[in-house]
Every structure is written in structure tokens, then in C-alpha cells.
């Protein structure tokens, strides 16, 4: 069956970077996008953005525009998610969710990477 | 950008009975395409979303049939017909028509 493993939570302090992972399974990986949405504690869900596993095009949510990237590796069926200059209000909650077509949403979803951002 | 407004914020339902969640959008979700992309997604507690819906009323595959969507234009409803213990959680939607997506701000479903 199709499944996204994310990798584990992360602490991080204001200022630095952090790599989240994602890891799919079960279909051929270059045939679906992927995109990141974020949950802050307690908070409703934000996108961040999507990637192509077909070609690698990126689209970025414009309030996070020069500190996120995503990537993808095709040898691994993983897809990457970085985020720089982290602060407080970067602590959340990120999934990753795979997509057919970004119109009709996304399905299904990784279990989510906690990441604190805390001094 | 397109602004998903959903109400109510919480919902308290009496099991077995019906519920229904409105979304209402900023700007009409009609595609040049023709067609409407306006999504629902359950989360319950602990757990990632799941999409339930899409297309206004196309519902994913092991979604039950209590679950139905409606609505056009700017105007949209997800009910349930009887609510049972396992429907509890927070319920979003999401437009996919205009460029960036964009979620409600959630309705949380609690049994009375």
C-alpha cells in the first residue's frame, strides 16, 4: 500500500537550518508530486509549497520565498524539505502528502514531523 | 489569495445524529476548466489528515457514504447523516482552484 515515513522530530535553536525527510512507497514515485503543509501547536493547516518527483519544478508559498527548499531523490523515493533562519513561529508540525493533481488536495499523508525551534 | 471561512469553529453532535459544516470562499471556485476544486479532510486527534472529499463531492475511496459533500460557486457543505465516535475530530477545507491552495481554519467535531 502506498506509504510516507517522515523522519523524527527535531530540536533546533533561532537561526539554524532543518532537513525533514520523507520517504515513499508503494507506487511509482515519479509519477505524483509531493507537497509540505505545517500545523503549529494548537493551529489550522498552512501550506508550504510542492515539488514535482517528475522533473524536480519547485512552488514555494510566498511567505516562506528564500527559506524553504524541497528536492527530491528518485534513487531513494524520497523527498526532502529544508527550512532556514529558523524562529519560534517555525515550530510545528510537518507533513508531507502526496498529489495526482495539486487541485484535488492531497493523499495520502506522512505521520508528521515535530520540530521545535526553541534557545 | 482566496480566504476559506468555515463555521462553525466546534461542533458538539449527539451520536446518531446529523452534522453539517459550512466554507464559504472569498472568490468563486469554479476552474476556467469548468470544474470546482474544493477539498474536505478529516483529522482526527493525534493522527495527519486524511482527504475525504474532493471535487465538492467525490468522496476517496473507505470513506463512508454518511459522509457527503455539496455546495457551488463560493458556498459549500460537508455533512455527516449520523454521527458516530469515530467521526470526532477537526475537520478542514481547502480550495485547489487558485494559486496558493489554502485551508479553513478547521471545525472541531466533539460528541455531546
Known amino acids: 500500500q502506498v506509504q510516507l515515513v517522515q523522519s523524527g522530530a527535531e530540536v533546533k535553536k533561532p537561526g539554524a537550518s532543518v532537513k525533514v525527510s520523507c520517504k515513499a512507497s508503494?507506487?511509482?514515485?515519479?509519477?505524483?508530486?509531493f507537497t509540505w503543509v505545517r500545523q503549529a501547536p494548537g493551529q489550522g493547516l498552512e501550506w508550504m509549497g510542492w515539488?514535482?518527483?517528475?522533473?524536480?519544478?519547485?512552488n514555494y508559498a510566498q511567505n516562506l520565498q528564500g527559506r524553504v527548499t524541497m528536492t527530491t531523490d528518485t534513487s531513494t523515493s524520497t523527498v526532502y524539505m529544508e527550512l532556514r533562519s529558523l524562529t519560534s513561529d517555525d515550530t510545528a508540525v510537518y507533513y508531507c502528502?502526496?498529489?495526482?493533481?495539486?487541485?484535488?488536495?492531497?493523499?495520502?499523508w506522512g505521520q508528521g514531523t515535530l520540530v521545535t525551534v526553541s534557545s | 489569495d482566496v480566504v476559506m471561512t468555515q463555521s462553525p469553529l466546534s461542533l458538539p453532535v449527539t451520536l446518531g445524529q446529523p452534522a453539517s459544516i459550512s466554507c464559504r470562499s472569498s472568490?468563486?471556485?469554479?476552474?476556467?476548466?469548468?470544474?470546482?476544486?474544493l477539498n474536505w479532510f478529516q483529522q482526527r486527534p493525534g493522527q495527519s489528515p486524511r482527504r475525504l472529499i474532493f471535487?465538492?463531492?467525490n468522496r476517496d475511496s473507505g470513506v463512508p457514504d454518511s459522509f457527503s459533500g455539496s455546495g457551488s460557486g463560493t458556498d459549500f457543505t460537508l455533512k455527516i447523516s449520523r454521527v458516530e465516535a469515530e467521526d470526532v475530530g477537526v475537520y478542514y477545507c481547502?480550495?485547489?482552484?487558485?494559486?496558493?491552495?489554502?485551508f479553513g481554519q478547521g471545525t472541531k467535531l466533539e460528541i455531546k
Open positions: 502528502a502526496r498529489y495526482w493533481d495539486w487541485n484535488d488536495g492531497f493523499d495520502p
Open positions: 508503494g507506487y511509482t514515485f515519479t509519477s505524483y508530486g
Open positions: 515539488i514535482s518527483a517528475y522533473n524536480g519544478n519547485t
Open positions: 472568490q468563486s471556485l469554479v476552474h476556467s476548466n469548468g470544474n470546482t476544486y
Open positions: 471535487k465538492v463531492s
Open positions: 481547502m480550495q485547489g482552484t487558485h494559486w496558493p491552495p489554502a
